[in-house]
């Protein structure tokens, strides 16, 4: 009688202590997550490239008092969301992607795409800006976006 009770009592703690602390998937921690990449006050996304795992969302934030936009460039992009063109509006504009597939999403600003003395990106050339005398060729508006399989 008496161990058909200690029995019970340790078959309560174990059904309890499950309920309390359920186990967590392995592998799962990244779902739901949200990875953002800025706009600073100037014509740059930031950070340029990041990595994420199939699941996560990233999202684009515009910090900036000018409009930019969020563009895919399909060319080379192997994650999904093909197509992508959307304005991302100035001072606190926001955008969000949910990657489902792994693969890389190039992507870049169709206003800031290109180099010339309108459109001066500042990132990532070694001083910014556009190409100078001293051969600083700074880049386009863009990033890419790495989504890997989640394990
Ligand atoms: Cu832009």
């Known amino acids: 009688m008496a161990n058909s009770k200690v ?3 340790v078959a309560v703690c ?18 739901g997550t ?15 490239a990041i990595t994420v ?3 996560q969302t990233v999202q684009w934030v515009n910090n900036d008092t000018d409009d930019h936009t969020l563009v895919s ?8 969301h093909r197509g992508v063109n959307m304005l991302l509006k100035a001072n606190g504009g926001t955008l969000s992607l949910k990657f489902n597939h792994p693969g890389v999403f ?20 070694p001083d910014g800006g556009i190409q100078d005398q001293n051969g600083n060729f ?9 989504v890997l399989a989640s394990d």
């Open 7 to 9: 029995l019970i009592a």
């Open 106 to 125: 190039p992507f870049y600003c169709r206003f800031h795409a290109m180099l010339d003395t309108d459109n001066q990106p500042k990132a990532p050339g």
């Open 138 to 146: 700074g880049t386009p508006m863009n990033g890419v976006v790495t």
């Open 34 to 48: 949200v990875r953002q990449i800025i706009v600073p006050d100037e014509d740059r996304f930031t950070p340029f």
């Open 14 to 31: 174990v059904l309890s202590l499950g309920l309390s602390f359920p186990i967590q998937a392995i592998g799962q921690t990244d779902q």
């Open 73 to 80: 460039n399909d060319a080379f992009n192997t994650a999904g």
């Open 53 to 55: 795992r199939v699941g």
